[in-house]
């Protein structure tokens, strides 16, 4: 049973370009959203993270979106560039055993083309 | 500083052998991770130590045992693994867990083999 899911394996997109990955999660009780970027044979290297009590955060060209009610948060890169070309991974914070863990979702590999 | 080391970077052993992977940080955090990561899928959660006890334990079989020998360290001890064992280890850490969370800074990991 996949909590976080990431739809789209894949995504291409022009230098320059606006990329989105898109994230769901079916746990209400999630409160807090975190994107990592990893490259081959190295570990993740966290991006940008979202509580549950807002429903936006930027840092420089990367931007999480939240919607709670629809459950669906997303990273926005503007503008792409080529080294940002890597496995994206959504995670959520889940808190019901008394320690914070987190879940990751399935990955999205972003390709940006020069 | 912000990094995780992880030693070894690779390791290869046999389903008889005894082996041990490391993790180190010095960031001060408490809340200490291992993960599992086969190849296509996300990391997946083996161990989470708080405060150098264990506080959760994702169901993972006795062939792994963890130790958090103090606060910087992490060890996961390997024995009689089996070939579907081979995969990414990652150790992470974060600052705190009980408190509320934070992001996790991951190391390079290693990469196992077992023969």
């Known amino acids: 049973d996949q909590q976080v899911k990431q739809n789209s394996p894949s995504l291409s997109v022009q230098e320059g370009r606006i990329s989105i990955l898109n994230c769901d999660y079916t746990n209400s009780m999630f409160d807090y959203f975190l994107w990592y970027k990893k490259y081959p044979a190295e570990g993740p290297t966290f991006l940008i993270s979202i509580s549950s009590i807002k429903d936006k955060n930027e840092d420089g060209r990367f931007t999480v979106f939240l919607n709670k009610s629809a459950k669906h948060l997303s990273l926005h890169i503007v503008p792409s560039q080529p080294g940002d070309s890597a496995v994206y991974f959504c995670?959520?914070?889940?808190?019901?055993?008394?320690?914070?863990?987190?879940?990751f979702g399935t990955g999205t590999r972003l390709k940006v083309l020069a | 500083d912000t990094e995780v080391t992880q030693t070894p970077k690779h390791l290869v052993m046999g389903m008889t052998n005894k082996k041990s992977l490391k993790c180190e940080q010095h960031m001060g955090h408490r809340a200490m991770y291992w993960y599992k990561q086969k190849a296509k899928k996300p990391p997946e959660l083996m161990f989470v130590?708080?405060?150098?006890?264990?506080?959760i334990n994702e169901s993972v079989p006795s062939r792994f045992s963890p130790e958090c020998p103090n606060s910087s360290l992490l060890n996961l001890h390997l024995h009689a693994l089996q070939p579907e064992d081979s995969a990414l280890y990652l150790c992470a850490s974060s600052q705190e867990v009980a408190g509320g969370a934070y992001e996790q800074y991951f190391g390079p990991g290693t990469r196992l083999t077992v023969t």
């Open positions: 130590y708080s405060y150098e006890k264990l506080s």
């Open positions: 995670a959520a914070s889940d808190y019901s055993s008394g320690t914070y863990k987190y879940i």
